[in-house]
C-alpha cells in the first residue's frame, strides 16, 4: 500500500509542476483524438442518419459490415493504417508514418463505425409518427431533416461520447503508426504502457489521472448539453 500511496503523491507533484514528458503525451493525445472526432462526427452524423432513416437495396449488408466494424480490434487498424502509409503503401509519400496526423487516421476510422451504428440506432429507434407529424405541420426537406436530427441529439451525444471514449484509450494504433516518439507522438496510453514497464509507477498514475480528469469533463459537458 506504501508504494500505491508513494505513486499517487508523486502523480500528484508531476501535474501540479507542469511536468514537461508528462503534458507532451497530453497534448499529443488531445490534438489526435480532437482530429479524429471533428472528421468522425462531421461523416458519421450524416451516414448515420442515413443508415437508419433511408430504405435503400443492400442496407442490411451495409449495417452488418458496420457494426462488424464496432469490433475491430485496435491492433488491426493500425496494421492496416501502417500498410497504407508506410514507404511501401500507396499513401507512403505523403510522409504520415510516426506522425500526429497519421495516428489520427487510424482513430478516425476506429470512431467512425461507432458513430454511424450508434447514430442509425437512434434514428431507427425515434416515434414513427414523427415524420408523419413534421410533414403535416408543413416541414420542408430541409426542415424536416434537422426536426429529426434534433430530436436524436441526446443519442448522437452518447455516440459521440462513446466514440471519443474508444479513441482515447486505445494502445494499437498509437503504437504501431505513431511509433510511440518521445516529445512527438507518444499519447497517453502509450506513455503509460512504456512508463510502467520502466517501473516509472507514478507517471503512469498521473497520465491515468488525466484520462480520468477528461472523461469525466467530457461526461459533464454532455450532461449539462442534455440538460439545456
Do not use: C
Not at 6 to 33: C, I, M, N, R, W
Amino acid at each position: 500500500m506504501d508504494f500505491l500511496f508513494q505513486g499517487f503523491l508523486q502523480a500528484f507533484k508531476l501535474l501540479l509542476t507542469g511536468d514537461p514528458e508528462t503534458y507532451s503525451a497530453v497534448a499529443a493525445t488531445v490534438t489526435v483524438s480532437s482530429y479524429a472526432m471533428a472528421v468522425s462526427l462531421l461523416m458519421g452524423i450524416p451516414l448515420g442518419f442515413a443508415l437508419g432513416h433511408f430504405r435503400f437495396p443492400g442496407r442490411r449488408a451495409v449495417r452488418l459490415v458496420v457494426d462488424t466494424m464496432l469490433s475491430l480490434p485496435t491492433v488491426f487498424v493500425g496494421l492496416m493504417v501502417y500498410a497504407l502509409i508506410s514507404r511501401q503503401g500507396p499513401l507512403g509519400q505523403m510522409g504520415l508514418l510516426f506522425t500526429l496526423p497519421g495516428i489520427a487516421i487510424g482513430q478516425t476510422l476506429l470512431a467512425l463505425p461507432v458513430v454511424i451504428a450508434l447514430g442509425a440506432t437512434t434514428v431507427e429507434s425515434m416515434d414513427a409518427n414523427l415524420r408523419t407529424m413534421l410533414i403535416s405541420l408543413g416541414a420542408g426537406r430541409r426542415q424536416l431533416l434537422l426536426g429529426i436530427l434534433w430530436e436524436a441529439r441526446h443519442g448522437l451525444v452518447e455516440a459521440g461520447l462513446t466514440a471519443y471514449g474508444r479513441v482515447m484509450t486505445e494502445v494499437g494504433i498509437a503504437m504501431m503508426v505513431g511509433g510511440n516518439i518521445k516529445w512527438h507522438t507518444r499519447t497517453i496510453t502509450t506513455a503509460i504502457a512504456l512508463e510502467t514497464s520502466k517501473g516509472m509507477f507514478a507517471m503512469g498514475i498521473a497520465l491515468g489521472m488525466v484520462l480520468l480528469l477528461i472523461a469525466f469533463f467530457t461526461t459533464s459537458a454532455a450532461s449539462l448539453i442534455k440538460r439545456k
